[in-house]
């Protein structure tokens, strides 16, 4: 198995916090290769993330906590559920459910970040063409609150995210029927995904404190999302075309 350990810390605490992350990755009778882990620090807390493939599937976890130890047990054992999951085993997750991830839905006024540079990244990245049920599975196996996607059925730009009552909630740009065969509890949003600039978006979710916003930007037409990231920044992600 690759492994390689990148960031935070000196390198005797980078040695030692790859060593439980990797024995989590060999403990089951799964393919396992491409183990990276990365820390960083963010808002006084540790972040550590890990991607590797996991029967030929791509994984991610990412955690933060208050210190090395208690980041790289949790990082341990979430990448053990992300292996099992990969592996044929992926189920809907349960609503409430404590294995979500570390980043806050929706962040306290006191503690929100204001100020010019609030948006610290866009990614362009090609948006996936599936099914909602394919995103969420992305979505989980990948350890992201929401994903931003093509709706295949309607050729819409789409985004699944954890919600209530059901666990998994689905956006399109404007209302179409809900999908159908849905093999997962899907919640689907009504309501058309407000047209707005980025920056509007970006001071949208300062004044609500949600953790992320799906839009259509008003230059493209395209769906967007823009997310809170561990550190109360913002990310912006993209479609490539």
Same mark, same amino acid.
């Given at each position: 198995?690759?492994?390689?350990?990148?960031?935070?810390?000196?390198?005797?605490?980078?040695?030692?916090?790859? %060593?439980?992350?990797?024995?989590?990755?060999? =403990?089951?009778?799964?393919?396992?290769?491409?183990?990276?882990?990365?820390?960083?620090?963010?808002?006084?807390?540790?972040?550590?993330?890990?991607?590797?493939?996991? #029967?030929?599937?791509?994984?991610?976890?990412?955690?933060?906590?208050?210190? =090395?130890?208690?980041?790289?047990?949790?990082? #341990?054992?979430?990448?053990?559920?992300?292996?099992?999951?990969?592996?044929? *085993?992926?189920?809907?997750?349960?609503?409430?459910?404590?294995? /979500?991830?570390?980043?806050?839905?929706?962040?306290?006024?006191?503690?929100?970040? &204001?100020?010019?540079?609030?948006?610290?990244?866009? !990614?362009?990245?090609?948006? $996936? #063409? *599936?099914?909602?049920?394919?995103?969420?599975?992305?979505?989980? %196996?990948? /350890?992201?609150? &929401?994903?931003?996607?093509?709706? $295949?059925?309607?050729?819409?730009?789409?985004?699944?995210?954890? #919600?209530?009552?059901?666990?998994?909630?689905?956006?399109?740009?404007?209302?179409?029927?809900?999908?159908?065969?849905?093999?997962?509890? %899907?919640?689907?949003?009504?309501?058309?995904?407000?047209?707005?600039?980025?920056?509007?978006?970006?001071?949208? =979710?300062?004044?609500?404190? =949600?953790?992320?916003?799906?839009?259509? /930007?008003?230059?493209?037409?395209?769906?967007? %999302?823009?997310?809170?990231?561990?550190?109360?920044?913002?990310?912006?992600? !993209?479609?490539?075309?």
């Amino acid at each position: 198995m690759a492994q390689e350990l990148t960031g935070y810390g000196r390198p005797t605490m980078r040695d030692a916090a790859i %060593l439980p992350v990797a024995q989590a990755a060999a =403990l089951f009778d799964v393919v396992t290769d491409d183990l990276r882990v990365r820390l960083s620090e963010a808002g006084g807390r540790v972040v550590a993330q890990a991607n590797a493939c996991a #029967a030929g599937r791509p994984i991610r976890v990412q955690v933060a906590a208050a210190g =090395l130890g208690e980041a790289v047990a949790d990082l #341990a054992e979430r990448l053990s559920c992300r292996i099992l999951e990969a592996a044929a *085993c992926w189920s809907a997750r349960a609503w409430p459910d404590t294995d /979500d991830a570390s980043v806050p839905s929706r962040i306290p006024p006191g503690e929100r970040v &204001v100020g010019p540079a609030l948006l610290a990244r866009v !990614k362009a990245v090609p948006l $996936a #063409a *599936c099914s909602p049920e394919v995103a969420v599975t992305v979505m989980d %196996l990948m /350890d992201y609150p &929401v994903h931003l996607f093509v709706d $295949a059925d309607t050729g819409l730009d789409a985004v699944v995210y954890r #919600a209530g009552p059901t666990g998994y909630r689905l956006a399109r740009l404007r209302p179409v029927p809900p999908p159908t065969p849905n093999t997962v509890r %899907l919640t689907v949003d009504p309501r058309p995904a407000p047209t707005l600039e980025a920056a509007q978006a970006m001071a949208r =979710l300062d004044q609500t404190g =949600l953790g992320h916003l799906f839009f259509i /930007d008003s230059g493209t037409g395209r769906g967007q %999302l823009i997310y809170r990231r561990f550190d109360t920044r913002y990310a912006l992600i !993209k479609d490539t075309r």
